[in-house]
């Protein structure tokens, strides 16, 4: 489950339709440990649905996914432990407090001293002063700092990001990005992240994968992809490849 | 800080702790919540209230009732066991689904049959909180002891318990299957069962192909047994054997049922998409 040799996530040719329209179309990439990798693309491109499956939410119609060695859905049992998620598209009940929220997802995820990582949490994510508020009264920048302590009370080798500042004012967006550097650099931790935000993405990822209508159109590291496509910015060459080809299929999950 | 070491340890097939932390997410809402805690004991009281009064009338007018004059008020008891024992494995269920909580605790190391298992002690609890009060406040009422009925009680609850939980895991499964258009089922699912769950008549009151599809329930035989009991004094054993094995079968098709339901939303991708 943890060779040094294997690959932190292994995608191959991983297709996805839903009645007849396909929100992923044949992908294969793969997650060294210890990267930060990108997945960026438009509305409907197919990112939501790729990670969807590599947390073992959604079974493929095609190809394959391991996430540390363990085939999903089917193996997700040997590794879930092992990863966590945050996406502002889910949610945490909103009548509990953000510790009882906290205390119950560290007993799912078999946290040993409970009280005491969600008090090093506390502390490193600023929750203290609403910690004993109901999840529902917070802010979207509060819920977002507690989805992410949420998404760390098992410190994770592999974590799932989904837009994870989406809706976000510059300035938390920026404390979170900061909070995710150096925690990667802390721990070593492999992250996925699904974004639309050109400028998150040239920050935190080592390594982009571009996708349109549920393909991979190119990849590789910001600056290559800039100079590749001879352009200034990340979101000159985004645009680039979001307005060529195809048109994004209607109605695939994204 | 100092992180812990990453918790990537084989976790076991079946974990209690992960079912009470499944519990403790429901029991937070519940303990601070004085209007849910009343509603889930005010329709029991309602409606022992009601068929107290009915039971007091009947007792001039019926010498059925005057046989035993509890039978009415603990029909009504046992069947709110059933109805709040349905409801308390599938109102949980949709809470998730209405908080967009389903998809966190399916990416845990959360299994399904843990997720059921935990409703149905859930469901042990709010039927316990909801039906209480009504059974003590019987007495001075009505001068109605449902707890005179014994040790064979202890069985009929236990036996209805889980035949309600067999309907809140079925709905359940239909609801993540259809969406929360299909919520309502949480309520009117039961009722079809009601009339040919005999709970105030026996069933042979029942015409006869009705009364096929009436021992086919486990509910019918625990209220035949609850009269044999009132009646006659006597613990009808065949009808419990009967209860017991229709809930054995039973609760395995519906756990069935709810793991093809839960392979069936990872392939149409609905454990993203649930929430209002």
């Not at chain 1, 549920?214 to 979101?235: F, K």
């Not at chain 2, 005179?148 to 609801?175: D, H, K, Q, W, Y």
């Amino acid at each position: 489950m943890d060779s040094a040799a294997q690959p932190a996530i292994q995608v191959t040719d991983l297709s996805k339709s839903f009645n007849g329209v396909q929100a992923v179309n044949g992908i294969s990439f793969r997650v060294e440990a210890g990267q930060t990798v990108a997945l960026l693309g438009g509305n409907g491109a197919g990112k939501t649905t790729t990670i969807s499956m590599l947390l073992g939410l959604l079974s493929p119609t095609g190809g394959e996914v391991r996430v540390l060695g363990a085939r999903m859905p089917d193996e997700r049992h040997k590794v879930l432990g092992c990863m966590n998620f945050s996406s502002p598209y889910v949610d945490l009940p909103k009548r509990l407090k953000v510790w009882e929220n906290l205390t119950v997802y560290a007993h799912l995820y078999g946290v040993r001293d409970v009280k005491r990582r969600i008090a090093e949490l506390s502390e490193d994510l600023e929750l203290s002063s609403f910690i004993k508020r109901p999840f529902g009264d917070l802010s979207a920048g509060q819920k977002t700092r507690v989805a992410l302590a949420k998404s760390l009370l098992n410190a994770p080798k592999v974590m799932l990001m989904d837009e994870p500042t989406a809706s976000l004012d510059p300035d938390t967006g920026d404390w979170v990005r900061s909070y995710l550097e150096r925690y990667r650099a802390r721990t070593g931790a492999t992250i996925l992240l699904a974004s639309h935000n050109m400028g998150e993405v040239e920050r935190l990822a080592g390594h982009v994968l571009m996708m349109r209508a549920g393909q991979i159109v190119d990849q590789g590291a910001p600056t290559e992809l800039i100079t590749r496509h001879g352009r200034e910015t990340l979101e000159q060459v985004f645009l680039d490849i979001a307005r060529a080809g195809d048109t994004v299929p209607v109605g695939a999950a994204s | 800080m100092n992180e812990p070491d990453s918790i990537c340890v084989p976790q076991a097939a079946f974990s209690f702790r992960r079912v009470l932390a499944v519990m403790l997410r429901h029991l937070y809402v519940l303990r601070r919540s004085w209007p849910r805690l009343l509603e889930l004991a005010y329709w029991p009281l309602i409606q022992m209230v009601l068929w107290g009064f009915v039971t007091k009338f009947f007792l001039g007018h019926s010498s059925w009732v005057a046989e035993a004059a509890g039978v009415l008020i603990s029909a009504v008891l046992l069947w709110d066991v059933l109805f709040r024992a349905n409801l308390g494995v599938s109102l949980p269920f949709i809470e998730e689904m209405w908080s967009r909580n389903l998809a966190q605790m399916f990416v845990s190391p959360l299994r399904d049959a843990e997720l059921i298992a935990a409703l149905i002690l859930m469901s042990l609890v709010r039927t316990l909180i909801s039906v209480t009060p009504a059974a003590f406040l019987a007495m001075p009422f009505f001068d109605v002891w449902v707890f005179e009925l014994g040790v064979p009680l202890v069985a009929f609850f236990a036996n209805l318990l889980v035949f309600g939980a067999v309907i809140g895991i079925t709905v359940s499964a239909l609801i993540l299957r259809f969406g929360l258009g299909a919520e309502s089922l949480c309520w009117l699912g039961i009722f079809l069962l009601a009339p040919v769950s005999a709970i105030y008549y026996p069933v042979d009151a029942l015409p006869g192909w009705l009364q096929i599809i009436a021992l086919s329930l486990p509910s019918a035989h625990t209220f035949e047994g609850m009269r044999g009991v009132l009646f006659d004094g006597v613990f009808a054993w065949d009808h419990f054997f009967w209860a017991v094995g229709l809930n054995v079968v039973l609760l395995s098709l519906a756990t069935l049922f709810f793991l093809h339901m839960m392979k069936m939303a990872r392939i149409k991708g609905l454990l993203m998409q649930q929430g209002e």
